[in-house]
């Protein structure tokens, strides 16, 4: 038994260092390179998906190794940063800064720590109810990402986000940067999906922050930023 574990081990170990090097002669290639990391099975045309196994965004060799000769024009992160601990998520921009190209975008979505509905923020929040959610470490909001913008030297662009009043923001933004498929504009999940959990998240919000989910049409969305770097 220990046998078959020590080769599975070696097994996976060896195909990871497989696709890091394909990962890296792909990077080379690319006019523009693009990635998504913890990705997940997502997969957009034109750019590069990366899971945490080959490509950690906290540490700083993988970014020596696979950007060292070629610079990065977006990072695009879609519910991954609550996955890590706020620490960890300044010591990511601080690191992507040096490998960014000026104007560098780097796309953050993560759960919206504002959001008015208590039912949804019990769902999202640290270490919440909903499958995915146990291992959340930090529940952001707006004002979070300003602060930290200010402080790693980001420009910071907002997109989408509920103010500390509980009302939602919006901009007429594109996917130029990053397809985000937890936004107003693409949301499909647990709201849309069961009227029971619709009328749920309705319930727990104040009331006078209703009519807002039916002017945008919306239901869940995330705190969605771009942060640019504008450094040479």
């Known amino acids: 038994m220990q046998l078959y574990s020590k ?3 070696f ?3 060896f195909l990871v260092l ?4 394909w990962l890296k002669i792909k990077i080379n290639r690319m006019k523009d390179v693009k990635i998504i990391a913890g990705a997940g099975n997502v997969k957009i045309p034109s750019w590069i998906s990366t899971n945490k196994e080959e490509f950690d965004i906290t540490n700083e060799s993988d970014f020596l190794y696979y950007f060292s000769n ?3 024009s977006n990072i695009l992160l879609e519910h991954v940063i609550e996955h890590i601990s706020y620490e960890e998520f300044l010591k990511f921009l601080k690191i992507a800064k040096k490998y960014l190209k000026k104007g560098g975008v780097i796309r953050i979505a993560v759960p919206d720590k504002y959001h008015p509905s208590e ?3 019990q769902l999202t929040g640290v270490n919440g109810l909903e499958p995915g959610a146990e291992d959340h470490k930090y529940f952001y909001s707006i004002d979070d990402l300003e602060e930290i913008a200010a402080k790693t030297g980001y420009r910071l662009v907002k997109l989408e986000y509920f103010d500390a009043d509980g009302y939602f923001h919006t901009t ?3 996917f130029s940067n990053g397809y985000v498929f937890r936004c107003s504009k ?3 999940g647990r709201f849309t999906n069961s009227v029971d959990e619709y009328i749920k998240m309705l319930a727990s919000t104040p009331e006078h922050l209703r009519s807002q989910f039916l002017i945008y049409k919306i239901s869940y969305t ?4 771009d942060l640019i770097n504008e450094d040479e």
Request: hydrophobic share 40%.
């Open 222 to 225: 995330s705190l969605l930023v």
């Open 186 to 188: 693409n949301y499909k």
């Open 7 to 9: 080769l599975f081990g």
């Open 70 to 72: 070629k610079k990065i």
């Open 172 to 174: 007429d933004f594109d």
């Open 11 to 13: 097994i996976k170990n």
């Open 18 to 21: 497989l696709k890091r090097r």
């Open 119 to 121: 039912y949804v923020r």
